[in-house]
């Protein structure tokens, strides 16, 4: 096809390969003009060589991140990257079994490029010139990261007194080995994999983000979850600002999302925290009984509590940090600066409940300002607490997304709380009466259904939140429960 070739950067790691390979071939151009020019010089520098070659020949590059535009004004041009990393101390052989990506805008110049590629003993495969880059950061994690692995795993043989080159075998089997998996993480022991974490963060500290973003990926892949109750690797309980500051430091290139809870978790709680981990790397969940937004103590003791079980079940929804502060913690001695949403926070549950969301608004800022979440879920059931939070996101001009997610219900239509488990089953039969008149999507109709239930009755009404909603709460024996349902999907 072609009879020869010139290499420009001969003396340069890939380029030296190459033209070794094609002197082998009798390919090499001793001098003289050349029917393709081929140019193995550093990235940078394709384009001021590219321009200075005389148009004619075919002109191509090995460059895996450099797209073929480079080559401009050559029109007769493609690339070759070898999927390879080179040494000057070796030669042509270590070309031998690589692939090669060939990278061409026309048939003619796709079989220059992949003749070419075969002629150096490469596999050669097509790719894409827009997609060049995907394909370059492939690449890079599997040879330049794969050095930054072991210069990390070499540091903490270091710190143990091992010898770091003791590593390289393993490295090499792990690749004999057609990387299969094993160690730890595919076994699901999580209690090492813990106690891996807790020496980094002494001994190696700036390893332990590397390393989480490792054992998740890791886990990911062998299909075992890193998450298996407080004590887990996914999971790390914070009882400070400071405490919580630092966990999430090494966290923040990522998006951080916020999922307040006052605990008792069920099924509603569980399709934030869903939600929140589909939508963001890492999943912030506080646990807090905010005595703030109580109107009196009894309500407030009697609230239901249990820690233990609610890290488990965080944990087992995949939440990375759990805030659980004391009460000294965020109401310290002398706390006087509160957050009011005046007129939102007056009406209907704040005409029953005054300053509930002073106490929601106050607390929930400074989560959001502890935290600094980019999103923060709270759920539909709520819907003034969501309206009142929105408001003052807005006027505060804070700087995150509020997500909102629908009202989960127990198959005969009761909205899940927490507050639920103080009814008897007599209560909660009653209870039934309050979805079921929000159902009818009508205050009229809501109201008479609720007068005739015989239950107390708080309100009932219509908001003209986003969405507007039917809004209703009502009293069951000492339990106060409050629900709606947006107006677009009452039937
Ligand atoms: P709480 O622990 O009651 O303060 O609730 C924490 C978050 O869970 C709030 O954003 C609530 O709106 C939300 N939530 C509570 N119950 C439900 C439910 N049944 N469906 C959806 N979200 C809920």
Sequence with gaps: MIESVRVVGARGRVGHAMAGRLAERGLLADGGAAELVLLCVPDRAIAEVAGGIEPGPWVAHVSGATPLAALAPHVRRFG?????????????????????????ESSEARAVGRWLAEALGLHPFDLDDARRALYHAGAAIASNYLVTLRRAGGSLLEAAGAPPEGLDPLMRRTVDNDFELTGPIDR??????????????????????????????????????????????????????????DALAPLRTGTVALVPTMGALHEGHLALLRAAREAADTVVMSLFVNPSQFGDDADLASYPRDEGRDLAVAAEAGVDVVFA????????????????????????????RPGHFRGVATVCLKLFSIVRPDLAFFGQKDAQQVEVLRRMIRDLALELELRVVPTVRDPDGLA??????????????RALALPRALATGDPELARAALDESGLDVDYVEVALFDPPVLAGAVRVGSTRLIDNVPLEEAP
Excluded: K
């Design 80 to 104: 070759v990257h070898p999927l390879q990393t080179f040494t000057a101390r070796r030669g042509p052989e270590q070309l031998d079994g690589a692939f090669a990506a060939v990278t061409a």
């Design 188 to 245: 699901g022991d999580w209690e090492t994999v813990d106690r891996h974490l807790a020496v980094i963060r002494a001994e190696r500290p700036e390893l332990e983000e590397a390393y989480r973003a490792l054992m998740r990926l890791t886990a990911r892949q062998a299909g075992t979850v890193p998450t298996r109750g407080p004590s887990s690797p996914g999971l790390r309980t914070c009882r400070t600002v400071a405490d919580v500051r």
């Design 325 to 352: 502060p004391s009460v000294e913690e965020m109401y310290p001695p002398g706390f006087q600066t509160w957050v009011d949403v005046t007129a939102l926070g007056a009406v209907l549950e704040g005409v029953h």
């Design 416 to 429: 899940l709380s927490s507050r639920n488990a103080a009814l008897s089953r007599e209560q909660r039969e």
